[in-house]
């Protein structure tokens, strides 16, 4: 008996690899489960084999129960506190007395089987979950095990297996069972069947992680990738820089006659990899991603985070590049939003947009056509840069006196009153709106919609106004801001004993 016991341990730790004392436990809770069917299905039972000589011992387990909480009390495997047995014990505590012990060779087959199978997967899981968590992000070699329609499954040849989706494989990328593969561990998803690991071969963070192991001043951390891009399969551009001046970063990553970045290339399909030089300055770094393709100009609109790109006739296609690829990897690196033009395209759009702002400024302004263009000329684009850029740089326009820009400033803050007003122009909640305690941001803004932008502006208020204005509050909540808003009108002394009720019908 104590060497089939043995016998079991070694040869099922062998085969699922998981250590010896799993194997026991599992053994413990199939002996207990046939204890249980020999004596009550009720009862609870505990076996306790010895590590050393493979001899167990069975015993029958009680717990010390308050009955009188129980719903469905179990008196096979519960006793009340007050049982003699329980002397001396808390609620929780076990009784325990040993039984006859079931012969290791004499358990239902299945029974052990099904225990030792389930503790075995549990402690596979974990070991799995637990050696793979921390490498999420990080490549893995495994082998195809197994090619189907949808999806490509790796063995990592510890019991642990990845899925790689279709998605997630590079377009017309073929694999047979046994060949070898790299892949990016991308998630480790946990469910029923237990930790899952999600594979990919099209995450820019491949391509980033296959250059830290061919570039050594990558691992070093002495080159930094600042940024990556793919169209998995086709082409793909990284950004790259160093603090050290002595290293050319670009080259370093192409290596003796392109050895370094053709050995990243071939283990993504033969992947085109463009690798430019970071720069922080987002026009020059947009300039270097739209390399091959040169750069005339560019213009750039904050607001909207975009910017157009000349570039001349003659290369607007290789701007472009297949497909619109070229742009969009270059865009997909940088951040931006990037729209490429002809230099005639970008004159006539440059003429369309300087026509536009001499009309706003001759219908805001009042003025003519030859101030409209000093103003366009000189770079003025908003009604709120005339208004409020320092004195100095508009005086310094050719034919602008003073009284002439005093007059211009005037004439701009009217006009952006006047669109405020009508609801054009949206205004910002000012800084003590915005912090004032119980202001929540979103409701600041809607505020400012309104034109109620400050803590003054909202204390002047009463709270069928407030409730007007944001009509998803109830009376309790528009007193409470009211009332925070007029606090700075009240002294120290006054303060804690105002109401809700004060605000009430204040006008």
């Known amino acids: ?20 004392e799993v194997i026991f436990c599992a053994i413990e809770s199939a002996l207990a489960s046939a204890t249980k069917k020999l004596y009550d299905d009720q009862a609870e039972f505990r076996v306790a084999i010895d590590r050393e000589t493979g001899d167990y011992e069975t015993f029958r387990v009680w ?10 009390p179990n008196p096979a495997a519960q006793i009340p506190a007050d049982d003699p047995r329980a002397t001396g014990l808390e609620i929780g505590d076990t009784v325990e007395e040993r039984v006859d012990s079931v012969e290791f060779g004499r358990i239902a087959a299945q029974t052990a089987k099904q225990v030792i199978v389930q ?38 040849g510890d019991t642990a297996e990845g899925v790689i989706t279709r998605e ?18 991308q998630e480790l998803r946990t469910d029923n069947r237990g930790p899952q690991l999600m594979l990919t071969r099209t995450s820019p963070d491949m391509l980033v992680e296959l250059f830290k192991i061919e570039v050594p001043e990558i691992s070093e951390d002495v080159i930094q990738i600042r940024g990556a891009a793919r169209d998995p399969g086709s082409r793909a551009k990284i950004a790259v ?16 006659r392109g050895s370094r970045v053709q050995a990243v290339s071939g283990e993504l399909a033969g992947e085109r990899i463009d690798i430019v030089p970071w720069n922080d300055n987002p026009a ?24 157009n790109i000349v570039v001349a006739e003659d290369k607007l296609a290789q701007a472009i590049g297949k497909g619109g690829q070229n742009v969009r990897l270059a865009s997909d690196l940088t951040g931006w939003a990037l729209n490429i033009m002809t230099e005639q395209e970008a004159a006539e759009l440059q003429e369309a947009e300087a026509t536009r702002l001499m009309d706003e400024f001759m219908e805001s302004l009042s003025v003519d056509e030859d101030v409209a263009a000093a103003l366009v000329e000189e770079g003025f684009i908003t009604l709120e840069e005339v208004a409020y850029v320092p004195l100095e740089e508009m005086t310094a326009i050719e034919g602008f006196d003073d009284e002439i820009v005093e007059e211009l400033r005037s004439r701009a803050k009217d006009a952006l009153l006047t669109k405020a007003i009508a609801g054009e122009v949206q205004l910002e909640p000012a800084d003590d709106l915005l912090n004032m305690d119980g202001m929540e941001r979103g409701l600041a803004y809607r505020l400012a919609e309104r034109q109620v932008t400050t803590m003054e502006d909202l204390a ?4 069928a106004e407030l409730m007007d204005i944001l009509d998803d509050i109830d009376e309790e909540r528009a007193a409470q801001l009211i009332m925070t808003a007029r606090a700075p009108w009240f002294e120290a002394s006054n303060e804690g004993s105002d109401t809700v009720n004060d605000a009430d019908g204040a006008s």
């Open 241 to 256: 820089s160093t603090n050290d001046g002595r290293i050319d970063p670009v080259g370093a990553c192409v290596g003796m």
């Open 168 to 185: 997630h494989l590079i377009p017309r990328e073929t694999f047979r069972v046994g060949e070898r593969v790299r892949t990016l561990l």
């Open 63 to 72: 717990t010390v129960t308050d009955m009188d909480q129980e719903e469905e």
């Open 119 to 156: 503790k075995v997967r549990e402690a596979e899981r974990a070991r799995v979950e637990l050696e793979y968590s921390p490498r999420v992000g990080q490549l893995l070699g495994g082998v195809i095990k197994r090619v189907g329609r949808d999806s490509v499954v790796v063995d990592f």
């Open 284 to 307: 020059q770094l947009t300039i270097n991603a739209m390399a091959p393709a040169e750069v005339k100009s560019i213009q750039i609109d904050e607001e909207k985070h975009s910017m």
């Open 460 to 463: 002047e208020l009463d709270v």
């Open 1 to 20: 008996m104590t060497k089939d016991i043995f016998l079991v341990v070694d040869a099922v730790s062998h085969e699922k690899g998981v250590s010896k």
